[in-house]
T-cell receptor, first 115, second 114 residues
Framework: AQSVSQHNHHVILSEAASLELGCNYS??????LFWYVQYPGQHLQLLLK??????LVKGIKGFEAEFIKSKFSFNLRKPSVQWSDTAEYFC?????????????FGTGTRLTVIP | DAGVIQSPRHEVTEMGQEVTLRCKPI?????LFWYRQTMMRGLELLIY????????DSGMPEDRFSAKMPNASFSTLKIQPSEPRDSAVYFC????????????FGPGTRLTVL
């Protein structure tokens, strides 16, 4: 069965600090990977996605993520966070071979950026 | 494009009452998903539809929950009878067949059962 682990439940950073949020998944086959962001009181929005090709993907607002197949990881990074990045971040995975279209989400990481 | 539309945005009801949540997916999207979000359990998939047909309802917690999609532009999630532990934010999402599983989420319905 597929599962997604986000080990950091709550991360607190000062503005301009660098960010890395961990995401590991358990599935041996080919996957599609996603990071979603949920700003306070809002719905989930897509931040970035990986389907194939260059394992380093760039998303909106300066975020990027690197797919490392050997580590089953898809960590999210940003070199310098801003107060407006305060939100909850969800990693999600879909296993292509299953033919199913549902996503498995991690439990989320809450990021608080202190001005 | 208006995005995924959900109603109501907030619902407060008493235990035992019937609750109906509504969702209008993005036009042309083939898939529709219902999720529940709580502090304790995070984001859980309840059920999803493909072309109005339920594909996987294994996430529906119990028989008190039911979901329908009578046509391509409308779905409902019903809880009858509701219980306090059903209090959560319920999200609807839709996805086109060509999107490689990228999902577009609605604003959610915050349900409080007293």
């Amino acid at each position: 069965a597929q599962s997604v682990s986000q080990h950091n439940h709550h991360v607190i950073l000062s503005e301009a600090a660098s960010l890395e949020l961990g995401c590991n998944y358990s599935y041996g086959g080919t996957v599609n990977l996603f990071w979603y962001v949920q700003y306070p009181g809002q719905h989930l929005q897509l931040l970035l996605k990986y389907f194939s090709g260059d394992p380093l993907v760039k998303g909106i607002k300066g975020f990027e993520a690197e797919f490392i197949k050997s580590k089953f990881s898809f960590n999210l990074r940003k070199p310098s966070v801003q107060w407006s990045d305060t939100a909850e971040y969800f990693c999600a995975v879909n296993a292509r071979q299953t033919g199913a279209n549902n996503l498995f989400f991690g439990t989320g990481t809450r990021l608080t950026v202190i001005p | 494009d208006a995005g995924v539309i959900q109603s109501p945005r907030h619902e407060v009801t008493e235990m035992g009452q019937e609750v109906t949540l509504r969702c209008k997916p993005i036009s042309g999207h083939d898939y529709l998903f219902w999720y529940r979000q709580t502090m304790m359990r995070g984001l859980e998939l309840l059920i999803y539809f493909n072309n109005n047909v339920p594909i996987d309802d294994s996430g529906m917690p119990e028989d008190r929950f039911s979901a329908k999609m009578p046509n391509a532009s409308f779905s409902t999630l019903k809880i009858q009878p509701s219980e306090p532990r059903d209090s959560a934010v319920y999200f609807c999402a839709s996805s086109p067949i060509t999107s490689r599983n990228e999902q577009f989420f609605g604003p959610g319905t915050r349900l409080t059962v007293l």
